[in-house]
Every structure is written in C-alpha cells, then in structure tokens.
C-alpha cells in the first residue's frame, strides 16, 4: 500500500528553498497522509489544515496563515483557488502544478501553470503554461537554474556587445573633437573622420567581436545559481548595474585607447601608424576584457573551451591582418615590437582601473542598497511554487 514520494523529490525541494522558492503542498488526501509526505519531502508539517479550516478563515486570517503553513489537506478546487489567491494578495508570484480535472481553475488563475504531461488530464493541460513531460517536481528545479544559467548568459552578451560599441562611438566622437583641437594639421578636411576607418569599424564589430560573443552562448552555468534569491518580475536584462558596467568600460576604453592614438601621432606624426596602433589596441582589449565580465560570475577561462578557442582566431586573424598584403587593403601598417610593448602598458592601465571602479561599484551598490546581478534580492521579494496533488505524483 506504499506510494512514497520520488527520492529526489526532498533535494529539489531544498534547492528551491535556497533559491528563494517556497514548496507549498496541496492535495485533496486526508490530513495524516499530508502531514506524512510533506515531512518526508521536507516541508513543515505543523499547522498543516484541511480545506474546511480554509474555508472557515476570512481573508485576511488568510493572508497570515498562508505565509506559516506549508501542508494543506482535503483541499477542494475553490479552496487551493483561495490558497493561491493569498499568495499572490500577499505580493508573491506564484507557480501552480497539477494534474486533474480539479486543478485547472487553480493553473488558470496561477502567474504560472504547469501541468502534468504523462498522468495529467486533457483539462489541465489545456489550463496550464507549461507541462512537465516527465511528471517530475525536479524538472521544474532544473528548469528554473537552466532558466538562470541562460539569462546570466545573455546579460553577458549583451553587456560585451553594447559596451564595445559605446566604446567605439565614444572613441571616434572624442577623437575627433581632441584632434581638431590639438592635431588641427592632421585633422583637417576630410582626414577628421579617420580616428577609425570604416572598414575598421566593421571589422572589429564583425570578425573580432562576434565569435567571442557567440562563444558567450556556451558559457557554462555559473555555480551557486540556485543558492540566489529570485532577480525581480520587473528586472530586464540591462539593470542598474549592467548599465554602470557598460559606460564604465565604454569610457576606460575611449580614454586609454584615445591616450595610445595621440601619443603614437605625437611621437611619429604618421595618423596611419596611429590609426593601426589605436585599431589592434580595441581589438586586443575587447577580446581579453571579456574574461573580466566573466569574472564576475565566478568563471575561468579554461571553464569554456569555445570561448579560448574563439579568442584565439580571432587574434591570429588580426595579426594576419597587420602582417600579411591584407594590411594594404585594410590601410593598417604592422606594428613594431615596441608598439606592442605601448598596447600592453596602455591594456595594464585599462584593466587596472576596470578593477578599480568595479570593486567601488560594488561597494556604492550595496550601500544604495541597488541589486547587484549575483547579490540577494530585498527580503520581501519571492517566487513561490505551489504543488497541488501530491509530491509523489510530480
């Protein structure tokens, strides 16, 4: 006559109270069969209640008894209705599975439905958002850190893309203005749009930038995602955060490159050489800073083979630009071992300073109290799935 729960039904449970998840069960069995399977998967059986006790609280009883109470048994469907109602009155988005004819009010009023797709019914199917082809309680755990793993990834391509063209159009508008001011006999006429040339725009944009970034897809997930409070409903990819991120590398990127750019022009009064040195600068700083955006996430260059490999093209495509007849049509000259050594001093200072103001950005956000990307959420913010029917049955 036993029917216990799947064995690694507990572990997702706890894994989802670490991310900030609360497991609610609701189910139409008897109270001691409740109370034994919730304290089996982990929830709390104490002040488990029955739909009748349900059914005698006002709302706002409700309200304060839905935020201590973990089991609810012999629950009609209006009943786990006013359960999730509470939930959702309390400010808490809500997550509702099921699998019978009498959860699909509950999955239609849920923020998010999910069914049950081998032992679910056509009703609740029909009712649900999502549905589970396994019938398991730990697919929704593995989707949500799936769901995290690929958000983070997409945050980080976009923050690498975005800042490198801010950069760049940073780099060019200063660039001109400085040069026109400073340089007036080499920016004169036509020659004060080539701080870059176009085809080194493209370039840079279209062969060093974009196999990294496509690398930035197979970013393996970061550890300790499910140990992270859930990010808010409102909260789009660029936050805060992200954009203090991207202009702070846009602006160090514009400084140290422009800074390389004019020192080169003053010490050899070639805007060509300079224009090559300022050129192979952005390129080696965009395709090695990447690591530093990684970095934050807690993740090693070795941990995505796709992304060194990526990197490595496109350098040596680069140094086949500079080094080979490609540099005549792509008007660059090849650079001298000493231009490599002011590249260097000049990614040394860049790469300082970005530490510098990420560890102060850091700081200044946690005191603003501003959510950082991997830091916890305001204590009153929280996803909630809501399992009706037993644990054993998902």
């Known amino acids: 006559m036993l029917d216990p729960p799947r064995e690694e039904v507990e572990d997702a449970i706890a894994d989802c109270r670490s991310a900030g998840i609360r497991t609610v069960l609701a189910t139409g069995d008897n109270l001691m069969t409740a109370r034994a399977v919730g304290e089996q998967i982990g929830l709390d059986p104490a002040g488990a209640l029955t739909g009748g006790d349900v059914a005698e609280q006002s709302d706002e009883e409700m309200g304060e008894t839905i935020e201590d109470v973990d089991v609810f048994a012999r629950v009609s469907p209006d009943?786990?209705?006013?359960i999730l109602n509470a939930l959702q009155e309390n400010g808490h988005n809500v997550v509702m599975t099921g699998d019978g004819v009498n959860d699909a009010p509950a999955l239609t009023q849920a923020d998010v439905g999910v069914a049950m797709g081998q032992r679910g019914t056509d009703?609740?199917?029909?009712?649900?958002?999502?549905?589970?082809?396994?019938d398991n309680f730990a697919t929704i755990r593995d989707a949500v850190e799936e769901g995290r793993g690929i958000f983070e990834n997409v945050r980080k391509f976009v923050n690498y893309l975005v800042s490198t063209n801010t950069g760049e159009v940073l780099v060019v508008f200063l660039g001109v203005l400085l040069g026109?001011?400073?340089?007036?006999?080499?920016?004169?006429?036509?020659?004060?749009?080539?701080?870059?040339?176009p085809i080194l725009i493209l370039w840079i944009n279209l062969v060093a930038d974009t196999l990294p970034a496509l690398a930035l897809g197979a970013d393996?997930?970061?550890?300790?995602l499910m140990n992270r409070p859930p990010r808010p409903s409102d909260e789009g990819v660029i936050n805060t955060r992200v954009l203090v991120s991207?202009?702070?590398?846009?602006?160090?990127?514009?400084?140290?490159?422009?800074?390389?750019?004019?020192?080169?022009?003053?010490?050899?009064?070639?805007?060509?050489?300079?224009?090559?040195l300022l050129f192979t600068f952005i390129v080696v700083v965009e395709l090695i800073r990447i690591q530093v955006i990684r970095s934050r996430y807690d993740q090693t260059l070795r941990s995505n083979l796709w992304l060194v490999g990526a990197i490595g093209v496109s350098l040596l495509v680069h140094l086949a630009v500079l080094y080979t007849p490609l540099h005549e049509f792509y008007q660059v000259v090849p650079l001298t071992l000493l231009e490599w050594g002011w590249i260097a001093v000049g990614f040394v200072v860049f790469l300082l300073l970005n530490v510098v103001l990420s560890v102060?950005?850091?700081?200044?956000?946690?005191?603003?109290?501003?959510?950082?990307?991997?830091?916890?959420?305001?204590?009153?913010?929280?996803?909630?799935?809501?399992?009706?029917g037993l644990t054993r049955r998902i």
Not at 123 to 134: E, G, K, N, P, Y
Not at 251 to 261: D, E, K, N, W
């Open 220 to 224: 393996p997930h970061a550890e300790g």
């Open 360 to 388: 102060l950005n850091s700081r200044i956000f946690r005191i603003s109290g501003i959510r950082m990307t991997s830091s916890p959420s305001s204590p009153d913010r929280f996803s909630w799935s809501f399992a009706a």
């Open 79 to 82: 009943h786990k209705v006013r």
């Open 123 to 134: 009703v609740a199917r029909q009712a649900s958002d999502m549905i589970l082809q396994d």
């Open 180 to 197: 026109s001011l400073f340089f007036p006999g080499q920016f004169s006429g036509t020659s004060q749009a080539l701080i870059l040339t």
């Open 246 to 276: 991207i202009l702070t590398i846009a602006v160090l990127l514009a400084v140290t490159g422009l800074s390389i750019f004019f020192y080169s022009l003053d010490r050899t009064g070639s805007l060509l050489r300079a224009q090559s």
